[in-house]
């Protein structure tokens, strides 16, 4: 499974997976620092995670993400 996480503002660097309590699990590398990265979920165990993003113009968002 994917997930496409995409931003309005500046390009993605990476993208942190991490779990509801903090623990880093995943991260990836935008390719081609684009608006919007496909991310893999298809490791991640059913759950809560938080995805967090950051961009090249310094900016971190970071949202929820439940895999049933």
């Known amino acids: 499974?994917?997930?496409?996480?995409?931003?309005?503002?500046?390009?993605?660097?990476?993208i942190d997976v991490l779990s509801i309590?903090?623990?880093l699990i995943k991260t990836v590398s935008a390719n081609h620092q684009t608006q919007s990265q496909l991310l893999d979920t298809a490791a991640l165990d059913s759950g809560?995670?938080?995805?967090?993003v950051?961009?090249?113009n310094g900016n971190e968002?970071?949202?929820?993400l439940i895999i049933e």
Do not use: Q
């Not at 499974?1 to 990476?14: A, L, P, S, Y």
């Not at 968002?61 to 929820?64: A, D, E, I, S």
């Open 61 to 64: 968002l970071t949202k929820k």
């Open 48 to 52: 809560m995670y938080l995805v967090r």
């Open 1 to 14: 499974d994917k997930v496409t996480v995409r931003v309005t503002e500046g390009k993605i660097i990476t």
């Open 54 to 56: 950051l961009t090249e």
């Open 21 to 23: 309590s903090g623990i």
